[in-house]
C-alpha cells in the first residue's frame, strides 16, 4: 500500500461569484501540484481540493483523517480566512506543510485586475493562517517559492513559466523531501526487526530500552535465539548451498592473502562453503520469521556449536542487507534503524564505526568488521579468510570494502539519559583513499569541519559508536524524519 498524502487549497469562497473563473483556477493549481507531487515520490495524493468555508474545512480534515494520510499540504492558493483552514488541522493531526507558491515571478502591473491579482496573493493569508494553528497548538511548517508550471494558463495575464527558476526548484526540492521523509516513515512503521543472541559484553552504548525504540519508530522487535538459526542450519539443503556459492561469486570478488595482514588470508573452499551454508539459514530464518531487519551477536563457548555458526553469519548478512534485509552487528539495533530508514530512502546504510584518522588527507576512515551494504560499493566488494575476528570468538569469511566515492551522510541513532532517542546527522564526502588489507569495510569520509572539530562535536553528542552510511546529501531528509518521528536530530557540521 502507498503512503497517503493529503493535499488541498484554500480560498474565499465570496470571491468566486465576485470574480469570473477565478475559482476554477485556484482548483487548477491545486490539481497541478498534485500532479507533481505524484511524479517526485512514489505516494498516493489524496487531493481533497477547494477548502473554502469552514464548513468545507471540517470535511476536509475528516477525509484525511479518515484515509490516514502521513502529511497535510496546505496549499494557499489566495487569500483565505484562518476560520476555513484550522478545522482541517485539529480534524487531522498529521503534519502540516503550508505551500506559499506563487505561480509568476511578477504580476503584469498595467493590465492586472482584482482578480488577476486574488490569483496571486498567495503570501497574504500566510501570516494568519500560521498565528492560528500556532495559537492551537499545531505545529508547521511553511515552503515558499513559485509554482514551478511549465507554462501559462489561457486565463492569466502574466508569464507563469517558473519551472526552471530558482526559487520553484528550491521549493519543489523541499517538496520532494518531505513526500520521501513521509514515505520512509509510514513504511518503517509495522516493520519487524529481529534481535538475535545479546550484546557485546560491556558495550554500553548498546543496551537498549526494546520499548522506547518499539515506541518512538513503530516497529516491533521479534527476540530471537541462536537455536531458531540452528533449526533453519539444519534444514538447508545441498542444492541450496550450491545456489548460495553461485550468488556469493556474483556478488563478491574473492580476495587473496594480504601482504600486511597474517590473519587476512585467501578463503579456502571450505569457508565459502559454510557461509554460503550459514548464508542460506539466515534466510530462512528472514523469512520464516518475516523480518524486516536483523541485528546480532553472539559470543558463546569457545569451540561450541553455536560459535562456528556465528562465525558464518558476515557474508550472508551482507547479501541480506542488499536484499533491503538491513543486518547490523554487535547487537546495535538503534544502529539498525538507521540502517533501514536510509534503505527505504533507497541510499544504502552500511554498519559503520571509527576506525582511524588521516590527518594528511583531512579524513576520519569510517568502517567495520561485519555487513556492507554492497549496492553503495565502490567497485566489487572482496572476501577475505580470517583467522580471527578481533575481540569475538571464531573465525571465517569478512568483507573488504568501501563506499563509493562522492557524497555522503551518517546517521546514528542514540539513547539519551532522559530516556528519550536522539539522531545524529552527519554530511561529508567519501574519498577514493587508500584502505587496509584486514578484512574490514572502510570509507575514508572528509566532513566540512576539520578531523578533530568535527570528533569534538560529534562526541559531545553521545553517539551511539556506530553509524549508518548512506550515499548523498540525506540530511535534510533525515532531520523530516525526525520532526514526524517527533524525535531530536542533532546536525554534525
Not at 47 to 66: I, M, P, Q, T, W
Not at 227 to 250: F, M, N, P
Not at 282 to 309: P, W
Request: glycine share 10%; aromatic share 8%; hydrophobic share 40%.
Amino acid at each position: 500500500m502507498k503512503t497517503k498524502i493529503g493535499l488541498y487549497s484554500c480560498g474565499n469562497k465570496p470571491y468566486w461569484r465576485q470574480f469570473a473563473g477565478l475559482e476554477e483556477r485556484m482548483i487548477s493549481y491545486g490539481a497541478f501540484i498534485g500532479k507533481k507531487m505524484q511524479s517526485i515520490a512514489d505516494v498516493e495524493v489524496c487531493n481533497f481540493g477547494l477548502v473554502d468555508s469552514f464548513e468545507k474545512g471540517k470535511e476536509a480534515g475528516e477525509y484525511f483523517a479518515r484515509e490516514g494520510v502521513s502529511v497535510v499540504f496546505c496549499h494557499v492558493a489566495t487569500y483565505s480566512p484562518s476560520s476555513n483552514v484550522l478545522p482541517v488541522h485539529k480534524a487531522c493531526r498529521a503534519k502540516t506543510v503550508i505551500l506559499n507558491l506563487q505561480p509568476c515571478v511578477k504580476i503584469n502591473y498595467a493590465e492586472t485586475d482584482t482578480g488577476e491579482w486574488l490569483a496571486h496573493c498567495n503570501a497574504c493569508a500566510v501570516p494568519e493562517v500560521c498565528n492560528a494553528l500556532e495559537r492551537s497548538g499545531i505545529g508547521y511548517t511553511v515552503i515558499n517559492g513559485l509554482l514551478g508550471q511549465d507554462s501559462t494558463p489561457a486565463c492569466s495575464k502574466t508569464d507563469e513559466r517558473t519551472a526552471d527558476r530558482p526559487e520553484a526548484v528550491a521549493a519543489w526540492k523541499e517538496i520532494g523531501e518531505w513526500l520521501r521523509a513521509a514515505d520512509a516513515v509510514s513504511r518503517l512503521n509495522g516493520t519487524r526487526f529481529g534481535f538475535l543472541g545479546n550484546y557485546y559484553n560491556g558495550m554500553l552504548d548498546m543496551y537498549s530500552d526494546l520499548t522506547l525504540l518499539s515506541s518512538a519508530f513503530g516497529i516491533d522487535i521479534s527476540i530471537l535465539e541462536m537455536c531458531d538459526v540452528k533449526s533453519c542450519l539444519d534444514r538447508v539443503t545441498e542444492g541450496e548451498v550450491k545456489e548460495k556459492l553461485e550468488e556469493i561469486l556474483r556478488f563478491f570478488q574473492i580476495g587473496g592473502d594480504s601482504k600486511a595482514a597474517a590473519e587476512a588470508r585467501r578463503p579456502t573452499q571450505e569457508q565459502l562453503e559454510w557461509s554460503a551454508r550459514v548464508a542460506c539459514a539466515e534466510k530462512r530464518l528472514v523469512d520464516e520469521f518475516s523480518l524486516d531487519a536483523l541485528t546480532y551477536y553472539y559470543h558463546g563457548a569457545e569451540g561450541g556449536e553455536y560459535e562456528r555458526i556465528q562465525s558464518g553469519f558476515i557474508v550472508g548478512n551482507s547479501l541480506l542487507t542488499a536484499a533491503h534485509v538491513p543486518c547490523a552487528g554487535e547487537a546495535d539495533i538503534k544502529t539498525c534503524i538507521a540502517m533501514k530508514l536510509s534503505d527505504l530512502l533507497g541510499v544504502g546504510g552500511s554498519f559503520s564505526e571509527i576506525v582511524t584518522t588521516d590527518y594528511e588527507q583531512g579524513t576520519i576512515l569510517l568502517g567495520h568488521d561485519g555487513p556492507f551494504h554492497i549496492s553503495i560499493a565502490e567497485g566489487t566488494p572482496m572476501l577475505r579468510g580470517m583467522g580471527v575476528y578481533h575481540g569475538k570468538q571464531g573465525m571465517g569469511v569478512s568483507v573488504e570494502a568501501k563506499v563509493r566515492k562522492g557524497e555522503v551522510t551518517t546517521l546514528g541513532i542514540a539513547q539519551t539519559a532522559g530516556g528519550k532517542v536522539r539522531m545524529i546527522i552527519s554530511e561529508g564526502v567519501a574519498t577514493d583513499g587508500e584502505i587496509m588489507q584486514i578484512g574490514n569495510t572502510q570509507t575514508h569520509v572528509r566532513f566540512s569541519l576539520p578531523p578533530d572539530r568535527y570528533m569534538d562535536e560529534w562526541f559531545r553528542a553521545a553517539p551511539t559508536h556506530h553509524v549508518a552510511m548512506s550515499v548523498g546529501r540525506n540530511g535534510a531528509i533525515f532531520r523530516k524524519i525526525a520532526e514526524l518521528l517527533g524525535v531530536e536530530a542533532c546536525t554534525i557540521g
